[in-house]
């Protein structure tokens, strides 16, 4: 069974850090690209980056509101995602998920989410 | 960027009606469009890929079709369970986008 599993959210101050992570399990973690995804309280869904698989030389992707705040990276041999998030904002508060993306490029699977909360 | 614009934000139906939810793109994404559905205080839940494939173990009751630049999302027969918000997404490009959302309250 396919298991995506966040942790690492909390209260931070603006200008923090921050480190999420996503441990997999149930699926050869290394050969997936792996998302993160957020969600401010009360809105709608938004792409905020990408990890390709050693295939693809780990290369990575950002949505424009995060890069240069934000690193994505992943540890094949932990089958972990993470996501070093500097500088926060208010505007950053929101669930953070992460999604496996299959074969097509596609979403397939979830985690439950962990909430970030940038506020002093 | 691709614009996602799903119509409505929400609507109101009675257990057991058709629903259809559109969205188009500000420009052509061939059938790279994903549905989701979300319940509240839950993760989505991936429902359809490539315009109209569902995912493993989705009701039959969901539909989707389209190409290009419009799409929709049928649900058959609605069911108190499929009471939701629904998203579409497109990856066709970096950023990947996702519709603003539809809102699907019981009548």
């Known amino acids: 069974e396919v298991q995506l599993v966040e942790s690492g959210g909390g209260l931070v101050q603006p200008g923090g850090s921050l480190r999420l992570s996503c441990a997999a399990s149930?699926?050869?973690?290394?050969?997936?690209?792996m998302d993160w995804v957020r969600q401010a309280p009360g809105k709608g869904l938004e792409w905020v980056g990408r990890?390709?698989?050693?295939?693809?030389?780990?290369?990575?992707e950002y949505a424009a509101s995060v890069k240069g705040r934000f690193t994505i990276s992943r540890d094949d041999s932990k089958n972990s995602l993470y996501l070093q998030m500097d500088s926060l904002k208010t505007e950053d508060t929101a669930v953070y998920y992460c999604?496996?993306?299959?074969?097509?490029?596609?979403?397939?699977?979830w985690g439950q989410g962990t909430l970030v909360t940038v506020s002093s | 960027d691709i614009q996602m614009t799903q119509s409505p934000s929400s609507l109101s139906a009675s257990v057991g009606d058709r629903v259809t939810i559109t969205c188009r793109a500000s420009?052509?994404?061939?059938?790279?469009l994903a549905w989701f559905q979300q319940k509240p205080g839950k993760a989505p839940k991936s429902l359809i890929y490539?315009?109209?494939s569902l995912q493993s173990g989705v009701p039959s009751k969901f539909s989707g079709s389209g190409s290009g630049t419009d799409f929709t999302l049928t649900i058959s027969s609605l069911q108190p369970e499929d009471f939701a918000t629904y998203y579409c997404q497109q990856y066709k490009s970096y950023p990947l986008t996702f519709g603003g959302g539809t809102k699907v309250e019981i009548k």
């Open positions: 149930g699926f050869s973690f290394s050969d997936h690209y």
């Open positions: 999604a496996r993306v299959g074969r097509g490029y596609y979403y397939d699977y």
């Open positions: 420009q052509g994404i061939s059938n790279n």
């Open positions: 490539a315009a109209s």
């Open positions: 990890s390709r698989n050693k295939a693809n030389s780990y290369t990575t």
